[in-house]
């Protein structure tokens, strides 16, 4: 099949899944911009590739630690330590009927009235569902657990006040300040100030997790899930401007093996249609609305079994229910 036919292919199965979008299609530019990207990333992955096979690390159980939701707990995944830290050669660019969904995700978020956001208000996240917790029981075992993440959160708008949280009915201060905000704990002024030009974005996105994840570190996350994550964690961190968020969405179309699943359910039982990526057999999959093309969630698959669970265990699922900003902490919009 030539490469026209395959995307024609993706694109009738893009129009399959996805009901008509309330928001404008992509200019044509754009899209024609995205399709270079495709063939020059497969041209270089074509000549970058060797008969060889990525090679194997040690065959020892690890834990991969992925960045706090949009609830700010850090997020358990389970994984086996069993590849190069380094993404596959031979990985594909992200899929046409996943840019086609990540631009209108895109477009519905451009099309979000901007908040005017000013120091001393608070972003404000709501959320459902469970992450996966490894436990030794007292005879030695590992023993998989689930914990809650229902929860409410209020992150200072300029990061100059404590975090707060509400689980169970009961308030906690986070410790420190977030200041002025980082990539793996943003605050709105943060999101409001990185650049919103896809490219320039991926490259400040993937040059961290090069650095923390790349070639020579101890993580077999390797950058490009870990770039994928992060984008994912920063979406859902509670309120993001809409035309960061534009250029989230757009970066993520830049990272090579993302795709899309069809008929998956939030931690709030809402249906939707996902982006995912697939790494040392989980999926990391994005919900989103189908007719809205809002985010919903997030949840992890495992799409292999291992120690872990069977092939299907959703390990983890957390789905955002409200988010605003507010003028206090503890209001709710």
């Known amino acids: 099949m030539s490469l026209e036919q395959h995307e024609q292919s993706e694109r009738e ?3 399959r899944m996805l009901p008509p979008t309330p928001y404008p ?3 044509a530019g754009r899209m024609d911009a ?3 990207h495709f063939l020059t990333e497969i041209d270089r992955q074509t000549r970058s590739c060797t008969p060889r096979r990525a090679p194997r690390s040690r065959g020892r159980w690890g834990l991969s630690v992925g960045a706090a939701l949009a609830a700010g707990a850090v997020v358990v995944v389970l994984t086996l330590n069993s590849g190069s830290s380094d993404a596959p050669l031979n990985t594909p660019p992200a899929s046409v009927a996943s840019v086609e969904l990540l631009e209108r995700a895109a477009l519905a978020a451009a099309a979000t009235p901007q908040t005017k956001a000013r120091t001393g208000q608070y972003s404000y996240v709501k959320t459902v569902g469970h992450t996966s917790v490894l436990s030794e029981t007292k005879s030695g075992d590992m023993q998989l657990l689930r914990e809650s993440e229902v929860m409410e959160q209020w992150t200072s708008v300029d990061g100059s006040e404590r975090t707060l949280q509400r689980k169970d009915g009961s308030d906690s201060l986070v410790p420190e300040t977030p200041g002025q905000g980082s990539l793996n704990a943003p605050t709105y002024d943060f999101l ?3 650049p919103t ?4 974005l991926l490259k400040l996105i993937r040059d961290d997790a090069q650095k923390n994840h790349g070639a020579g570190s ?4 390797g950058p490009d899930q870990e770039a994928f994550v992060t984008i994912g964690d920063l979406l859902r961190s509670g309120v993001t401007p809409p035309d960061t968020a534009a250029s989230l969405y757009r970066a993520a179309a830049l990272i090579p093996g993302v795709d899309i699943v069809p008929d998956v359910f939030d931690a709030a039982g809402r249906k939707g249609i996902a982006v995912a990526r697939t790494h040392e057999g989980e999926r990391t999959e994005w919900i989103f609305d189908e007719s809205t093309a809002r985010l919903l969630g997030e949840r992890t698959v495992l799409v292999e079994d291992n120690a872990w669970g069977k092939a299907g265990t959703v390990v983890t699922s957390v789905a955002i229910t409200n988010s605003g900003i507010v003028d206090d902490a503890g209001q709710v919009p």
Not at 218 to 221: G, I, L, N, R
């Open 13 to 15: 199965q893009a129009s």
């Open 197 to 200: 030009d896809p490219d320039a």
């Open 218 to 221: 101890d993580s077999t996350t």
């Open 34 to 36: 995205r399709r270079d």
């Open 25 to 27: 299609e992509p200019p």
């Open 192 to 194: 409001a100030a990185l």
